[in-house]
Each structure stands twice: as C-alpha cells, then as structure tokens.
C-alpha cells in the first residue's frame, strides 16, 4: 500500500457515515453549502471553483511501485507493478512489491503503461540539443504523446550528469522512420511546416517564427482539434476528466463548436447530452480562458456567467435563478474572496440595502432545504437552514468548524491513495459534509461530492480519525439568539496523480490545481531515480 503522509490536525472517530451513489452529477451537482473558508456553493462545483482549506493527497506515478502493464515481446499484456527509470533504458516490474521485482529492458518488451502515460520502444533516433543533435541506435524507451491520423508523436528524455534533454519526434505509420524535432530554429521550421504546415494558421505562425521546439505541444495540439474539428468528432472525457477514446469509459464529451485562429470555442457535456458549460480558449495546452463563458442548468437554462480576459476574470460573476432570473452578482478578489454587488430575491427585489446588509430565504431544489443566508458590507456574515428534526443547522457565522485548541494537535496522519483508483486513473476533488451536534461532537459524516467508491472512502476513514476524540465536543459551540445550534461542516480533499504528459489537460480544474499540476510534472521529471 503507498503511503502519503501529511502533516494535519490528527483526531480519532467511530460514528456511522454514509457514501452517496456515484452518478454522473456527482461530480459536480451537489446543493447549496459553506464551506470552511466561507465560500458558498451555490448547487454545483464547476472548474472555477477551489478550496483555501484542502487537504492533497498526491501520488507520483512510477516514483514507486504503482500498478500499471507491460507488453512482451509476443504482445502478451503482462500486468503488475512498474517503477520508472528516469535513463529509459529499463524499467522495473514486479507482480507483489519490492521483493519480486525485475529489470524490464527495451529489447524484453514492446512498451509499457502507467496511469494514462504509454511508453513505446523507439530504435534509430536523434537526440535532440541547442547546440545540434547526435544519433541514438537505441533501443530505449520513449513516452508516446498522441497518435493523429497516421502520425505518432514521442517525447524521449536522456537524463546527463548536470541536466535533462528532451526531444519530440513523429513517426509515420508503423515502420517510418522517426523523425525528430530540431532546437535549431531554422531546422525546426522545416520539420514542423512538414508535419503541420497544412493548416493555414500553423503555417503563417511557423514560417513568421513565432513557434520553436519548445512549444511542440501547442502545434500538436492544434493538429488533433483541428483534425476532429473537420471530421466533426467529439473529444471524450473520463469522470476525472481525462481524455479517452474508449467511450464506453466516457462520462462527459466535449465538441468543437468554432475555430478562429488560436481560438477555440469549446462546449462542454454529460454523456448523456445535458449542456454543462461553454466558453472559448486561447491555448489548448494551458487552457487559458477569453470572453463569456457559460454555465448551464439540465435544461440548458444559463446559471452563471463568468467573463475572462487573458484568463483573467473580468469583470463581476452573474448567477441566476432555473427561471433565467438574475441571483447574485458578485466580484471575486482573489482565488478565495469575493465580494456581493447584487443579490435579487425570485421577484427581481433587491436583498441588500445600501449598507451590503440584508437577508435571503432560498430553497435548494438539490438538497430539498430551505436556506436563509445574511449579509454584512456586501459578504456573506451567517447562514442556516432547518433539518428534519426542526432544528438550525449553520453553514456559515461565528466559530461555526472551528476546532478547539486542545484537540488540534501536528503530527503525521497518513492518507492513502487506493491503489485501485490509481490503477483507473481516478482523481479529483472529494467533499465531505459533517454534521455536529448543540455542544460540537461530530455526529455525522457523508460525501457530497466524490471520486470513486474507493478514494470516497479513504476520505470517510481519514475523518473518522480527524474530526473527534472518543466522541468528544471536539467543534466549538455556536450560539445564535443565545441558543446552541447544530453546525454543518465542508471538507475539501483532492487526489492527485502526477503523470508524465504535459500534453493531456484537466479540463474541468480550477487554473490553481492546473498551474499546480505543471509544476509538479516539471519537478517530478528531475526527482525520478536515475539509476
């Protein structure tokens, strides 16, 4: 089992908890929240959504043993256990850990894979420099970027005393010969006006000299969208959203509504053809935003807007009600804060007066509740609805999840990433809802938004251990009207795999876990084993 270990507020708990079905909304549906930095939920989580308050659980594919397969030399699909080896000359493979294990080497084996990341055997290449190139006979492994009509597309690593270098190279069909992508400018126009000159806009940017081999991927990039964008094809989406091309693994497609240059007008769907959002890009790697992008309920009715300038919101956000009434309209400070300018109750009527000051009462359709929200100097100050029993549970307001001192201890907690999830390339954000009693112990604790059944669960298992002490009134009380309540907690917990491609994007992330998984590929390239 691979252990993460992180450094948190360490509790134990034994109470009974539930796991809600995963369906296809739950990646995002959830119901109207607060949570622990005071940001509302307003019914579903959408990419511009993040967590101040997250906990990471992180696993680097390879780094370790992690599961993954082979192919022999027969083409024989041998599953396991493999670990990376930076110098691509070998692997190592074992069925039950370290014990077991095996050196796999390119001349053993037709390729390998990891998560989402395929390694081919490439033979007769050129290693790729600033200052030239130098022939390689190889064999030697090499991690397979895409395949586009009948071009497949590589990205080979050759790790040297003091650095790293890397080449992309295409090959035609099976048996081509491989061909690889110059640093020299001038050699590199040449290659790449031959492999996407065709296309009218690649061809004036290349020839102008605005692209170099350092933005190889954009030009790929570019290539595959345009390709379906002709043919008219969607591009398909795994519940983490990760592309695939088995659609039977699909829970979401995406279709290429428009191309205007570098910008890309992209449409966002569940499987079963419910709209989720639209919006244009201005890069397809770095999915960087411009413009109006919109967020839709089941019926296609718009729930929200958002505008973008260079990726920047511009701007306020504007939320509406299913009938297509305007909601709320607010700024957003930073990645965390925001700050209301108009909130209209169902009738059109203004909430707030000119002070910021003012109260709503809502129904949430999703959670079949009805919310009452209070403002203070245009932000959110309490919130609170009435459970079952009749009694207030508060979302938002004064000591509401916060947990007393004598409880709050440093020290090591582990949390481990399912091996079965990694094995699925499952990964995202999971979002636990905790209830707490009049005098702060933990009653209750349930997922609303998840994964998959297994990372759901490690979430469930981590807070029976984090959030009480032998049953204890671990949570502060909260008074209101001088009178304990109940207080409803949210938790955000994100699973991470750190793969290889920088190629493939997580469309649905916010730009901070994006700009994160960046950095984290860049960094996990240097610290693989050499060996």
Known sequence: MTRIFLYVVVFSLSINSTIYAQQIESNYKTGSFVDQSKQTIDGYIDFTYSSKKTTVCS???????????????????????????????????????????????????????????????????????????????????????????????????????????????????????????????????????????????????????????????????YFEFQTKYERGEKIYYTSSWEETKDTSLASYYMKIENVLKSKWTLSHYQKNGVPLYQGVYYSLTSMKKEGRFSFYYADGTVRKIIKYVANEIKDSILEFYPNGKLHYEYEKKDEFKYTYI???DQNGNDVLDKSGNGKEVFFDSIRNREITRIYESYKLETAFYTSDKGNRVYQAGKRVGIVKPEYTSTTELSLNYPLGSVAQSNHGLVMARILANKEGKTTSISIIKGVDAQCDQQVLTYCRALYNVNNGNIWFPVKFDKQLVEQEIIVSFLFQIQGFSRYRNGYYNSNMWQQQMIMQQQMMMQAMPRF
Do not use: C, W
């Not at 039950?96 to 055997?121: M, Q, R, W």
């Not at 069909?173 to 031959?194: P, Q, R, W, Y």
């Open 59 to 221: 696993l680097a594919l390879g780094a370790d043993y992690t599961p993954g397969y082979y192919y022999d030399l027969t083409n024989h699909k041998i599953a396991g256990n493999i670990k990376y080896i930076q110098s691509n000359t070998f692997f190592r493979y074992s069925l039950n850990g370290e014990t077991d294990s095996k050196k796999i080497k390119p001349d053993e084996s037709l390729g390998y894979v990891l998560g989402n990341d395929s390694f081919a055997v490439i033979n007769d290449f050129s290693v790729e420099r600033e200052i030239g190139s130098f022939a390689n006979s190889g064999p030697e492994f090499a991690e397979v970027v895409t395949t586009i009509n009948d071009l497949t597309f590589y990205h080979h690593t050759r790790v040297g005393s003091k650095s790293i270098t890397s080449t992309y190279m295409v090959r035609k069909g099976k048996d081509g010969i491989l061909e690889s992508f110059s640093k020299i400018n001038e050699k590199f126009k040449v290659t790449a006006l031959k492999y996407f000159g065709h296309i009218p806009y690649l061809k004036t940017k290349i020839e102008e000299g605005e692209y170099s081999a350092e933005q190889i991927l954009i030009l790929i990039k």
């Open 342 to 344: 108009k909130i209209l």
